[in-house]
């Protein structure tokens, strides 16, 4: 079992940047786990933002590339995203989530869902 817990959400001015952390716990190992972002914006369907694998390959919505970037620390058990030159359409809910299977996690079928954190960016 693995807990994900997202920390680092707030209000930010368009242009300027957040780094958004997820703590994970559990008896599993953190190690052995595909890790990602997803965010779900107020009305509209949750969207898949990056991922990284256990050999920490990467791989990013396109809406990403560019200014976010995804990366882990398995000794600290930590996944970390930070996002960079924000935009008004960056606000959403941004939940971590782990798996096992890399593809399937990318697909939106993790095995754990943390409960999200709020970003905010104004105009």
């Known amino acids: 079992q693995v807990q994900l817990t997202e920390s680092g959400g707030g209000l930010v001015q368009g242009g300027g940047s957040l780094r958004l952390s997820c703590a994970a716990s559990?008896?599993?190992?953190?190690?052995?786990?595909?890790m990602g972002w997803f965010r779900q914006a107020a009305g509209k369907e949750r969207e898949f933002v990056a991922a990284?694998?256990?050999?920490?390959?990467?791989f990013y919505a396109d809406s990403a590339k560019g200014r976010f970037t995804i990366s882990r620390d398995n000794d600290k058990n930590t996944l970390y995203l930070q996002m960079n030159n924000l935009k008004p359409e960056d606000t959403a809910v941004y939940s971590c989530?782990?798996?096992?299977?890399?593809?399937?996690?990318?697909?939106?079928?993790?095995?754990?869902w943390g409960q999200g954190t709020q970003v905010t960016v104004s105009s």
């Open positions: 559990g008896r599993t190992s953190f190690s052995n786990h595909a």
């Open positions: 989530v782990a798996g096992y299977d890399y593809a399937r996690l990318i697909r939106g079928e993790p095995d754990y």
């Open positions: 990284v694998n256990w050999v920490k390959s990467t």
